[in-house]
């Protein structure tokens, strides 16, 4: 669950551009291709290295590195949707009409994401009515299941969509505002463990379904052009987007790094790139799931490898600060 937004500039725009520049110029993708690929690329996802997600409320810990890549997640997965659906309108037999572009700009871009944003709004204001007031001020029936969290993100992304809103926007503010309703009460910590279980579970199985893809050949289409753009990007690039991202915010130096070089990629890049080639088909489907899973399987080897050691240090570190003060 959320708090606030992170302490940190949008890095979104940089990196999005950085990746559309590679694939259109460097590896020869056309233009809707690469638009695609830095739209599948943006998402980040802690839920693969847990050690840098935010800890259960109420625990009395500032963590500005685990809250900003956890709080930079919800808002790339929505920010992301945009650009996927400009892809999928560029990749359409019928597309390069000007007016198309304009329709994009109105509808996926400024009525979708404001549409998500007041549906989480609202729907977060209406559920913690339910959830926390009646209960303890209306002898209402209590709810004390930590499956509400489930229950509650499907309910949120289904009215959102039924809108045509962006549902992943409207379950991140959502989230927000139902934190922020009751910041201090204990359920907010079932619903924390609960999802976090449901999570870990989830992963499992999208990680035994993407291990069987890497046998059966998924990476076959690799070539050396797309291994060294795989390297630059989680190394360089997400790392140098991320710090611009962070110039004039408050956080010491070593925040600024972590935060820059666990850009994890996982989870929300594969459905991405799922959902565009559902809706319409594209030049190089078989390279862009080459490439996407590449980065994936890079991004879990090096980010779950110093995940650990690196966010303990940083905690150690803080400590032996406070500790002083």
Same mark, same amino acid.
């Given at each position: 669950?959320?708090?606030?937004?992170? %302490?940190?500039?949008?890095?979104?725009?940089?990196?999005?551009?950085?990746?559309?520049?590679?694939?259109?110029?460097?590896?020869?993708? /056309?233009?809707?291709? &690469?638009?695609?690929?830095? &739209?599948?690329?943006?998402?980040?996802?802690?839920?693969?290295?847990? /050690?840098?997600?935010?800890? %259960? %409320?109420?625990?009395?810990?500032?963590?500005?590195?685990?809250?900003?890549?956890?709080?930079?997640?919800?808002?790339?997965?929505?920010?992301?949707?945009?650009?996927?659906?400009?892809?999928?309108?560029?990749?359409?037999?019928? &597309?390069?009409?000007?007016?198309?572009?304009?329709?994009?700009?109105? $509808?996926?871009?400024?009525?979708?994401?404001?549409?998500?944003?007041?549906?989480?709004?609202?729907?977060? $204001?209406?559920? &913690?009515?339910?959830?926390?007031?009646?209960?303890?001020?209306?002898?209402? !029936?209590?709810?004390?299941?930590?499956?509400?969290?489930?229950?509650?993100?499907?309910?949120?992304?289904?009215?959102?969509?039924? !809108?045509?809103?962006?549902?992943?926007?409207?379950?991140?503010?959502?989230?927000?505002?139902? $934190?922020?309703?009751?910041?201090?009460?204990?359920?907010?910590?079932?619903?924390? /463990?609960?999802? /976090?279980?449901?999570? $870990?579970?989830?992963? =499992?199985?999208?990680?035994?379904?993407?291990?069987?893809?890497?046998?059966?050949?998924?990476?076959?289409?690799?070539?050396?052009?797309?291994?060294?753009?795989?390297?630059?990007?989680?190394?360089?690039?997400?790392?140098?987007?991320?710090?611009?991202?962070?110039?004039?915010?408050?956080?010491?130096?070593?925040?600024?790094?972590?935060?820059?070089?666990?850009?994890?990629?996982?989870?929300?890049?594969?459905?991405?790139?799922?959902?565009?080639?559902?809706?319409?088909?594209? =030049?190089?489907?078989?390279?862009?799931?080459?490439?996407?899973?590449?980065?994936?399987?890079?991004?879990?080897?090096?980010?779950?490898?110093?995940?650990?050691?690196?966010?303990?240090?940083?905690?150690?570190?803080?400590?032996?600060?406070?500790?002083? !003060?």
């Amino acid at each position: 669950m959320g708090y606030t937004f992170p %302490p940190y500039k949008h890095h979104y725009g940089p990196l999005y551009c950085q990746c559309c520049f590679t694939g259109h110029l460097i590896l020869k993708f /056309d233009v809707a291709s &690469a638009i695609l690929l830095g &739209a599948i690329l943006a998402p980040t996802d802690p839920v693969l290295a847990s /050690d840098v997600q935010v800890d %259960p %409320p109420m625990e009395g810990r500032k963590e500005n590195v685990r809250f900003s890549l956890t709080a930079e997640a919800g808002m790339n997965d929505g920010m992301a949707f945009p650009f996927t659906w400009l892809a999928i309108l560029l990749a359409a037999p019928s &597309a390069g009409d000007i007016n198309d572009i304009s329709l994009w700009f109105a $509808r996926d871009v400024l009525y979708k994401i404001i549409a998500g944003v007041v549906c989480g709004i609202l729907m977060g $204001r209406l559920l &913690a009515y339910l959830i926390f007031y009646l209960p303890e001020k209306k002898n209402f !029936v209590a709810i004390k299941d930590g499956f509400v969290a489930v229950a509650t993100t499907l309910i949120v992304y289904g009215v959102t969509e039924m !809108v045509h809103g962006y549902g992943f926007i409207a379950v991140f503010v959502t989230a927000i505002t139902l $934190r922020n309703y009751e910041l201090h009460h204990k359920y907010h910590k079932k619903l924390h /463990d609960f999802t /976090d279980q449901i999570e $870990r579970i989830l992963l =499992s199985i999208v990680l035994i379904v993407f291990g069987g893809s890497l046998v059966h050949g998924i990476l076959k289409p690799l070539n050396w052009e797309m291994i060294a753009i795989g390297v630059v990007f989680i190394v360089l690039v997400r790392p140098v987007t991320a710090w611009l991202g962070m110039i004039g915010t408050r956080l010491k130096p070593k925040e600024k790094f972590v935060i820059s070089f666990f850009g994890i990629r996982g989870i929300g890049s594969f459905f991405y790139l799922a959902f565009a080639l559902q809706q319409t088909s594209f =030049s190089v489907e078989k390279e862009l799931w080459a490439i996407v899973s590449f980065i994936v399987l890079l991004s879990l080897l090096i980010h779950g490898v110093t995940a650990t050691t690196t966010i303990q240090k940083l905690e150690k570190e803080a400590e032996k600060e406070a500790s002083k !003060v």
